[in-house]
């Protein structure tokens, strides 16, 4: 680990754990970054010192669940959204800690917007999230008798465009 997890204050320290222990990641590094950003620590050097206290605090964190991904638990989420769920459908999206990862979102009529309906990672072995975020969103749209939308399932690309989902 760096020299940057002794520079933070024991109440920090703390504060830092307690998040990583409930596998709230994104917290635990604005606290770390808002600590020593005076000392110009970076977003990315933030980041690896959350890393390195996940190896350190090792099995006892307490890491979420996935989103679930079978359709009742989809269309549930789909049905709770204010208004009609016009489409389904997936983007790209990515980050340093996670690499690329898919939203499944609900395209919403009215009032218009849109729901996130779940959250899709890379597994261990098995699909990419990709394939499974596909398959997932397919299947819903089927079932709620929607139009179903994800532009580059087999490569990851955040700069797709947006918009209604095309009727197949």
Same mark, same amino acid.
């Given at each position: 680990?760096?020299?940057?997890?002794?520079?933070?204050?024991?109440?920090?320290?703390?504060?830092?754990?307690?998040?990583?222990?409930?596998?709230?990641?994104?917290?635990?590094?604005?606290?770390?970054w808002e600590?020593?950003?005076?000392?110009?620590?970076?977003?990315?050097?933030?980041?690896?010192?959350?890393?390195?206290?996940?190896?350190?605090?090792?099995?006892?964190?307490?890491?979420?669940? $996935?989103? @679930?991904?079978? !359709?009742?638990?989809? =269309?549930? #989420? *789909?049905? &709770?959204?204010?208004?009609? /769920?016009?489409?389904?459908?997936?983007?790209?999206?990515?980050?340093?800690?996670?690499?690329?990862?898919?939203?499944?979102?609900?395209?919403?009529?009215?009032?218009?917007?849109?729901?996130?309906?779940?959250?899709?990672?890379?597994?261990?072995g098995g $699909?990419? @999230?990709?394939? !499974?975020?596909?398959? =997932?969103? #397919? *299947?819903? &749209?089927?079932?709620?008798? /929607?139009?179903?939308?994800?532009?580059?399932?087999?490569?990851?690309?955040?700069?797709?465009?947006?918009?209604?989902?095309?009727?197949?």
């Open positions: 680990m760096s020299g940057w997890w002794d520079y933070l204050e024991e109440q920090t320290r703390q504060e830092v754990d307690a998040s990583v222990l409930g596998d709230r990641r994104m917290t635990a590094v604005r606290a770390v600590a020593l950003r005076p000392m110009d620590l970076g977003l990315r050097e933030a980041e690896q010192v959350v890393h390195a206290r996940y190896a350190a605090l090792g099995d006892r964190v307490r890491y979420s669940r $996935p989103d @679930p991904l079978d !359709v009742p638990s989809l =269309a549930a #989420r *789909a049905t &709770a959204f204010p208004g009609r /769920v016009a489409g389904v459908e997936a983007l790209w999206d990515g980050d340093t800690v996670h690499d690329w990862f898919v939203l499944l979102v609900a395209v919403l009529e009215r009032p218009a917007g849109e729901g996130h309906l779940a959250t899709v990672h890379r597994g261990p $699909p990419g @999230p990709g394939t !499974v975020a596909a398959g =997932a969103g #397919r *299947a819903l &749209a089927d079932h709620l008798g /929607v139009p179903f939308r994800f532009d580059s399932p087999d490569v990851p690309d955040d700069g797709s465009p947006r918009g209604r989902p095309r009727v197949p």
